[in-house]
């Protein structure tokens, strides 16, 4: 079984900045894409960034220029610095990782969430 941790998130004012971090342990042999969603109550989860083991990156436009994703592979961690920070960021952010678990067998799994709420 694999296991995310993520940490980072809290309370921030507007334009504030937050960095989360999310490690993956466990019987991982290889993590193939990390990212990070976010979901407000009531709302469906979306897409904030994602990245590749190659370091490929794609982000959702509410982020772009603001959001910077980043891994080390050699520890298994996703980071996400969060700059210029605005109320509309307010969300419960989940880690995502996917890849092989030992043995060959695929994962795909879920961080607990953190909350980061940006707010006077």
């Known amino acids: 079984q694999v296991q995310l941790v993520e940490s980072g998130g809290g309370l921030v004012q507007p334009g504030g900045s937050l960095r989360l971090s999310c490690a993956a342990s466990?019987?991982?042999?290889?993590?193939?894409?990390m990212g990070w969603y976010r979901q407000a109550p009531g709302k469906q989860r979306e897409l904030v960034a994602v990245?590749?083991?190659?370091?490929?990156?794609n982000y959702a436009d509410s982020v772009k220029g603001r959001f910077t994703i980043s891994r080390d592979n050699a520890k298994n961690t996703v980071y996400l610095q969060m700059n210029s920070l605005k109320p509309e960021d307010t969300d419960v952010y989940y880690c995502?990782?996917?890849?092989?678990?030992?043995?060959?067998?695929?994962?795909?799994?879920w961080g607990q969430g953190t909350q980061v709420t940006v707010s006077s």
């Open positions: 990245i590749t083991r190659g370091s490929l990156t």
């Open positions: 466990g019987s991982v042999f290889s993590i193939n894409a």
């Open positions: 995502n990782a996917n890849g092989w678990e030992r043995q060959s067998h695929w994962f795909d799994y």
